[in-house]
Every structure is written in structure tokens, then in C-alpha cells.
């Protein structure tokens, strides 16, 4: 399948700092090993390479990696996020000072690989839905990465769940059980007047029911078995969005989409996914 997006690139001041702080990390009190061995005037041509199949993501927070040791670093960008990498493709180039470009390497590759492992997952998962179930991710993510992952997920094709407890509101089951019962719960936000969609996890098909019943916008089918699944989303249609969460797999994807539910989340794409094989490799000039 064909995945067409339109990618709005990160604003560069949500990964700046970020990436400052990792240079940190890997520095220190100075990369011993380049500082001894190579010329401060030393210039160097860079390449990243793809070693894997893969769906590139954080190029840009790569780059940040290498600007930010070398702000003359002239950056060319062949493959950019989003795009479909086979073994061997030259995803950038790099040209600038070599004690820049060694001393950031690491730090760029944690990134680009990293993120570029779960726009690769997630577009697994994408294909195999097929167009007919919208995929989502969840705040499993990264502390302090969340914004860098969830765009490493648009990268791959999916949409974004909440970006944070502020962004939507999710009835869980201790929300339940701390209020009593769904329909207390909620009550007691419709009294909010909260101008977001109400969404309840429902365990069982008694509570897809209570949840109806007390008017929730989208029912959350957790850990449900695909035949229950079906029912719940027979129930719901025309009374309430339905989203498929928990035991989610590839193999599953299929019988999953053809459910009928609107959006199935998977806390695997950012949480599990394995990261891309890049390698950045430098020649002198």
C-alpha cells in the first residue's frame, strides 16, 4: 500500500535544547579521542546510510546534531522523513569540519535511528490495516521524547493520540472505580462542560453498554477478543465512535480492521519499536 502524507516538519525550538543536552551527555569533558587524533582545520564529506529498509524520521534533529558542533556545516538532504529507504540509500550528506562531524555522530545516529525505527513500525502497521481502520499511537512514550516520537509516528503514516493529559479526555478503569461507575464519571465531566469528545474503557460488553447509556462520545474496546469486538462495534454504530486498544499485532491486523472500528491504538510503535540500521560514514576532503 501507498502511504501519501503531508508531513509538517518540528518546530526546531521542540528539539534544540534537547539535542544540546544529549551532545552533553556523549561530551562531557571533551571527546578525548577526535580532540588528540584529528586537525582542528581537518575537512570531511559525511554520508548517512540506510543499511535497512526503512521510513526515515528525525533527519532534522540529526542535522541539529551536527549544526550544532559545527554551525558551517552544509547539510544535503537526499531522502527526508517519510520517505521509503532500501539498503544502501544515501539519506544525507554532510560537509564541514571532521572533529564536528565525529564528535556528533552518535548523537545524531541515537536519533535518526531511533526515530526512524518507529515511523518503520508504524507504517508496518499502516499497510497492513489497509485504508480501513485509522492507527493511532498513546502516551507510551520516551519521557521528555514524546514530542520527537509522536512526529516519528506521522512520519510513518499513523495520527497522534493524546499528546498529553490535557489534550482529550479518557475514562480509564481506575477513573472508574474511583467514581463509582462509568455513568458517575461520566456525569460529573459532562458537568465540567469540557469541550472534548468523552471517551470510556470498556473491559467487557456490559460496559460498552454503561458506557452508551451514559452518553460517551467514543467507546475504548480494551483488550477485547476480536469476536467481542464485532458485537461491541454492532452496538455502538451510530451511537458512538469505537477504538480497539491492547493485544494489538501485525498478524491481528487484519481481522481487527475488518471489525468496523474507527481507530485501533498500539502502544507498541513507540514503546517497542526496534531502531532502523543507519550508519554515518566519513571520508576526508
Request: proline share 2%; with cysteine.
Amino acid at each position: 500500500m501507498t502511504v501519501s502524507l503531508v508531513l509538517e516538519p518540528l518546530e526546531a525550538g521542540m528539539y534544540r535544547e534537547i539535542v544540546r543536552r544529549a551532545l552533553a551527555e556523549d561530551f562531557g569533558w571533551g571527546d578525548v579521542t577526535t580532540e588528540t587524533v584529528i586537525e582542528r582545520d581537518q575537512k570531511a564529506h559525511g554520508v548517512l546510510v540506510a543499511k535497512s529498509r526503512c521510513i526515515i524520521a528525525g533527519l532534522d534533529i540529526a542535522s541539529e546534531a551536527f549544526r550544532q558542533m559545527d554551525p558551517a556545516v552544509v547539510v544535503t538532504v537526499h531522502s527526508g522523513d517519510g520517505t521509503n529507504c532500501e539498503p544502501g540509500t544515501v539519506v544525507a550528506e554532510y560537509r564541514g569540519y571532521a572533529a564536528g562531524m565525529l564528535t556528533a555522530e552518535r548523537t545524531a545516529l541515537n536519533f535518526v535511528q531511533r526515530l526512524s525505527g518507529i515511523a518503520t513500525l508504524t507504517r508496518q502497521f499502516v499497510d497492513a490495516a489497509a485504508g480501513r481502520i485509522t492507527i493511532l499511537d498513546t502516551r507510551k512514550t520516551t519521557p521528555l521524547l514524546r514530542a520527537l516520537e509522536k512526529y516519528a509516528v506521522r512520519a510513518g503514516g499513523a495520527q497522534n493520540h493524546r499528546t498529553g493529559l490535557d489534550d482529550g479526555i479518557l475514562i480509564k478503569d481506575n477513573h472508574i472505580r474511583l467514581a463509582g461507575n462509568v455513568g458517575r464519571a461520566v456525569t460529573r465531566m459532562r458537568k465540567a462542560n469540557r469541550e472534548m469528545p468523552t471517551e470510556v474503557e470498556a473491559q467487557t460488553l456490559d460496559q460498552v453498554n454503561e458506557a452508551l447509556e451514559a452518553g460517551a462520545d467514543i467507546v475504548l474496546l480494551d483488550n477485547m477478543s476480536t469476536s467481542e469486538i464485532g458485537e461491541a462495534v454492532n452496538r455502538c454504530r451510530g451511537r458512538a465512535k469505537t477504538e480497539i486498544s491492547g493485544g494489538v499485532t501485525l498478524t491481528r491486523m487484519a481481522e481487527l480492521a475488518a471489525t468496523g472500528a474507527d481507530f485501533v491504538s498500539i502502544g507498541a510503535l513507540t514503546h517497542s519499536a526496534p531502531a532502523a540500521d543507519l550508519s554515518f560514514e566519513i571520508e576526508p576532503v
